[in-house]
């Protein structure tokens, strides 16, 4: 039940939404997590709320399908890195100090800050095109955007200076105004009335100039004001630990001189209270908050009219007149058969009830699953596997016989799909593809891990480069992670944190607060050391924050339009394109993974197939061998 405060804080006027907020997908940059963010803003009742990460919209959806769910309005939007040049041009590195004792990357290749927030659907798309390109066109050191980019996406989309880290503060900052009033002026002539100039207070004396000019910019040019808070962290207490996530960051510790520092405990989610505080001598610079959170209207639709899922799966090209369902009944009608006249038939078709009884079987379970594929729409998704698997057979790629549930559908045995009979082994359809748990089915595909790529490529040029893209997932800090880097951080002698992070019990999942509660000498070490005492402490509060992005292991999305329509893309380490939703995100809003597993196994597989095939049979094949042979079991 609620308490009286409580009420009167929802019943109060919204004076201020925080419009510059970033969550742990900044990566080692912010400990504020979504749920804990949202729990906040209602306390504080804050009806709508932005999340503006550093040049990623790694939690876009995470952030817009929890904040619906505690009924706060989403407004999208990202922290970009720009450019003062063009996207082409990679500046050698140049002094430019900053205010704060900023990026080693940013400081040496003139690279700023600009906050973009999302109005409409539009927008949306338009945002993830500029960060997709910054990333694919534009990295150097960070993945940055130029003028003409925002100029060819400006449509929907509510751009804001920042402050002392954008280049119009910078400029400001070291005495270059007329550079700052160009770059003012340049934002304004491309996004009008949607360009504000972006004042903050963090009680840091190097601020204070830089607002009185823009301040006095706003008034010269009626480009309007905006403040806002630089949230890296939730609570004014968890500074230290934001410090230390930006020193594990940055590879230095807390000891070291001209570190990353935001030289003031301020960096917090503050109250509209707060807020109205600081900003008492500019009330429009908040009300100019709420304006621009009532233009805000993202609605992401991933469901159609009937409440069904929306799969963005390319067309299957067919050569011939049949449609894609006809097409898909004769292949596997087709396949079966074929497999009827193959070696896992060997014995089976000699039995006296195969025509009687047995072969009414398979087809009868062949046009069942049939009818319940073609029902749910999924003919697609096993053409398009069926196609990527066999020209990986074709090339002499190694291809697994099938892993996971799907092994028991037999449209995939006749589709080539599995190399595994389900029926003598009772593998039940069910457990793949079930009419009462509508969701696409997932073939988990192995190949020889030495050329897994190839397989990539195929699919990559069949269907478009702009189709087709690999999947980010999270590293985590978690327990014996969490230890390692705060220590680091704190200087802790290496034996030392090597000893700590080995208390912590080998169990999947263990929290740090489990640890300390089965491991007494933690306790031991906690009363006798207060460095030690501080060093848990902190690592229970960035304890399973998100460390870094990489690649998904397997999965590969393949999409019917250009990937950037659907979600923003990132460039991986070796030039891969990465969408930036995980698997999780990515099928959710109606992306369809394919998993290409690489296998050392098939591989090894290979190589001894190829000995056989020299010196003993040179017509053997793995995929037919007996899988009953008794010799093998007696070996």
Known sequence: MESEAEKETENRPESFVHLHVHTEYSLLDSSIRIPTLLKKAKEYGMKSLAMTDHGNMFGAIDFYTAAHKEGIKPILGATIYTTSGKLEERNEPVNCPRAFSNDDQEIKHDIFHLVILCKNNV????????????????????????????????????????????????????????????????????????????????????????RDKMIALSKKHTIPLLATNDCHYLEQDEHQAQEVLMCAQTKVTLNEENRMDFKAPEFYFKSSTEMEDLFKETPSALSNSLKIAEQCHVELKWEDDEGKQIYHLPDFHIETNETQDEFFRRMSYEG??????????????????????????????LKSELDMIIEMGFPGYFLIVADFIQWAKDKKISVGPGRGSGAGSIVAYALSITNINPLPFNLLFERFINPERISMPDFDVDFCQQRRGEVIDYVTEKYGKERVGQIVTFGKLQAKAAIRDVSRVFSLPYAEADMLSKLVPEELGITLDKA?????????????????????????????????????????????????DYCPLLLGAKGEQVIQFDKNFSELIGLVKFDFLGLKTLTVIEYASEFIRRGYDSSFDIEEIDLEDKKVYDF
């Open 123 to 210: 927008g949306y798309k338009n945002l993830c095109k500029i960060i997709s390109e910054s990333w694919l066109d534009g990295f150097h050191h960070r993945a940055r955007a130029d003028f003409d980019l925002l100029e060819k996406y400006k449509e929907g989309l509510i751009v804001t200076s920042a402050f002392l880290n954008g280049e119009i503060g910078y400029s400001f900052f070291s005495s270059q105004d007329d550079r700052a009033e160009r770059v003012a002026l340049r934002l304004k002539s491309i996004f009008k009335e949607d360009f504000y100039l972006e004042i903050q207070n963090h009680n840091v004396p190097e601020e204070e100039s830089v």
């Open 336 to 365: 079966l058969e074929k497999r009827f006249q193959g070696p896992h038939f060997i014995n089976l078709i000699k039995e006296d009830n195969w025509e009687s009884e047995l072969r009414p079987q398979y087809e009868a379970r």
């Open 516 to 564: 300390l509660e089965v491991e007494p000498k933690f306790k031991e070490l906690m009363d006798s050391d207060p460095k030690i005492k501080k060093i848990i402490e902190v690592s229970q509060k960035v304890e399973g924050l998100n460390r870094h992005a990489s690649i998904h292991a397997a999965g590969v999305i393949i999409t019917s339009e250009p990937l950037v």
